[in-house]
């Protein structure tokens, strides 16, 4: 199971820190990602990370989003930074890609948490 948390309300310009904490098994051997869908789009992909902490991102959070893992804890985090109204969705962690990281098949799925970025 995975369950996400930190999402809110915060100004563009501003920060927000997601966690997706994973209970019930260990997913410190797993790629795991970060996933995002808004009203009315598909879902898209943001981030993955590896075992060996290799980070992957979309154009679009280069540079502003940073994902991380604390496998002691079992717990990923996505570090959003320099947040743009267009950042505003549901983010979602997953694990266990069945193919591409950026194809959002994944084989565990959070429940979401909504982020809106205010202009």
């Known amino acids: 199971q995975l369950v996400e948390s930190g999402g809110g309300l915060v100004q563009a310009g501003g920060s927000l820190r997601l966690s997706c904490a994973a209970s019930?098994?260990?997913?410190?051997?797993?790629?795991m990602g970060w996933f995002r869908q808004a009203p009315g789009k598909e879902r898209e992909f943001v981030s993955a990370i590896l075992s060996d902490n290799s980070a992957y991102y979309a154009g679009s959070v280069k540079g502003r989003f940073t994902i991380s893992r604390d496998n002691a804890m079992n717990t990923m985090y996505l570090q959003m930074n320099s947040l743009k109204p267009e950042d505003t969705a549901i983010y979602y962690c997953?694990?266990?890609?069945?193919?591409?990281?950026?194809?959002?098949?994944?084989?565990?799925w959070g429940q979401g948490t909504q982020v809106t970025v205010s202009s």
């Open positions: 019930g098994r260990t997913f410190s051997r797993n790629i």
């Open positions: 997953a694990a266990q890609p069945r193919s591409a990281l950026e194809v959002p098949s994944y084989v565990y």
